[in-house]
T-cell receptor
Framework: AQSVAQPEDQVNVAEGNPLTVKCTYS??????LFWYVQYPNRGLQFLLK??????LVKGSYGFEAEFNKSQTSFHLKKPSALVSDSALYFC?????????????FGSGTRLLVRP | GAVVSQHPSRVICKSGTSVKIECRSL??????MFWYRQFPKQSLMLMAT?????????EQGVEKDKFLINHASLTLSTLTVTSAHPEDSSFYIC???????????????FGPGTRLTVL
């Protein structure tokens, strides 16, 4: 069975500092991994994805994530946080061999960037 | 590119009435659309997968007769909440994926969501 774990309900960081939002996954086949961000009362915005290739993936708004197969992790990172990055972040996974495109979402991590 | 819209963004209705929510892919053809439900401060719960021209596949525990899904074209899917009750109040989000060449086949693009309140 596929699953995603986001161990932190909330991450607090000061503006200008680096941020990390953690994600680990479990999938039987090849993992397709995604990060989405959600602002209040809005849908999800796609940030980045890992399908294959380089383990370090760069996405929107200066975010990046590193795929680590041995640790089954896909942590989201940004070198310098902005107050406007404060939002709810979801990690998601699907089995690359599953043609249904169904995503399994983590529970979400709220990022709070203080000025 | 890859824009998904939802209408309405917010709806308030009386108990017992039906509500239709539309999900449109604006600049690509969506062979597959998904409907999610999100409770406050919780993750997304997949309700059903909808493929154009065929019946929707519902997740376990989701009543297909209560949540009617129609995917009549490659750019439009609708979710109808029939005989709505207060416990159906929630944030409903659709997403769309495609096997076409315009956007990546592996990414779901999400609509802005619809806040349903049943009085």
């Amino acid at each position: 069975a596929q699953s995603v774990a986001q161990p932190e309900d909330q991450v607090n960081v000061a503006e200008g500092n680096p941020l990390t939002v953690k994600c680990t996954y479990s999938v039987s086949g090849n993992p397709y991994l995604f990060w989405y961000v959600q602002y209040p009362n809005r849908g999800l915005q796609f940030l980045l994805k890992y399908i294959t290739g380089d383990n370090l993936v760069k996405g929107s708004y200066g975010f990046e994530a590193e795929f680590n197969k041995s640790q089954t992790s896909f942590h989201l990172k940004k070198p310098s946080a902005l107050v406007s990055d404060s939002a709810l972040y979801f990690c998601a996974v699907r089995d690359g061999g599953d043609s249904s495109y169904k995503l399994i979402f983590g529970s979400g991590t709220r990022l709070l960037v203080r000025p | 590119g890859a824009v998904v819209s939802q209408h309405p963004s917010r709806v308030i209705c009386k108990s017992g009435t039906s509500v239709k929510i539309e999900c449109r892919s604006l600049d690509f053809q969506a062979t597959t659309m998904f409907w999610y439900r999100q409770f406050p401060k919780q993750s997304l719960m997949l309700m059903a997968t909808s493929n154009e021209g065929s019946k929707a596949t519902y997740e376990q525990g989701v009543e297909k007769d209560k949540f009617l899904i129609n995917h009549a074209s490659l750019t439009l899917s609708t979710l109808t909440v029939t005989s709505a009750h207060p416990e159906d109040s929630s944030f409903y989000i659709c997403s769309a994926g495609t096997s076409g060449s315009l956007v990546g086949t592996d990414t779901q693009y999400f609509g802005p969501g619809t806040r349903l309140t049943v009085l």
